[in-house]
C-alpha cells in the first residue's frame, strides 16, 4: 500500500456540505443587516433634511418651494439619494396648505419596515 498524502472524495463531500449549511444559515442574518443598514441611512436622510427645511424657513421666512432650492441656497451640496429607491427625484414632498413650500418629505418607497410601518410614512 502506497501513502499518498490528500483527501479521499467523501471528505471533500462532507467539506462542502457543511460549508452549504454554514452558508445557508447566515444569508437571511446578512439581508436582514442589509435592511436594517438602509432603515438607518433613510432615518437619517429624513432627519438631516427635516431640519434643514426648519432652518430654511426660519432663515428666510418661508418654506423652501421645493428640495432643489435646499441645494441652490446652499443647505444642501445635493439631494440625498432615497436608499431604498436609490433615486434622489423619488422623495415626496408634503406641501404646506397656507403657506405654500415643503414643510415635510417622505420616502417614495412603498414598501413596508420591519415595524410594519411603510416608508413612505415615515
Known amino acids: 500500500m502506497s501513502k499518498e498524502k490528500g483527501y479521499t472524495l467523501v471528505e471533500l463531500m462532507m467539506i462542502v456540505t ?3 449549511i454554514l452558508a445557508t444559515l447566515a444569508t437571511p442574518s446578512y439581508y436582514q443587516s442589509v435592511i436594517k443598514a438602509k432603515e438607518m441611512a433613510l432615518k437619517h436622510n429624513l432627519f438631516t433634511m427635516r431640519d434643514l427645511i426648519d432652518q430654511f424657513r426660519t432663515d428666510r421666512g418661508k ?5 432643489a432650492e435646499l441645494t441652490a441656497a446652499g443647505y ?4 440625498p439619494v432615497d436608499p431604498f429607491t436609490k ?3 423619488t422623495w415626496q414632498e408634503i406641501m404646506d396648505q397656507a403657506e405654500g413650500g415643503v414643510l ?3 420616502s417614495g418607497s412603498d414598501l413596508v419596515a420591519f415595524d410594519g410601518t411603510p416608508y413612505n410614512q415615515w
Open 76 to 79: 444642501l451640496k445635493g439631494i
Open 104 to 106: 415635510d418629505i417622505h
Open 63 to 67: 418654506y423652501p418651494s421645493n428640495l
Open 87 to 89: 433615486s434622489s427625484g
Open 18 to 20: 457543511i460549508v452549504g
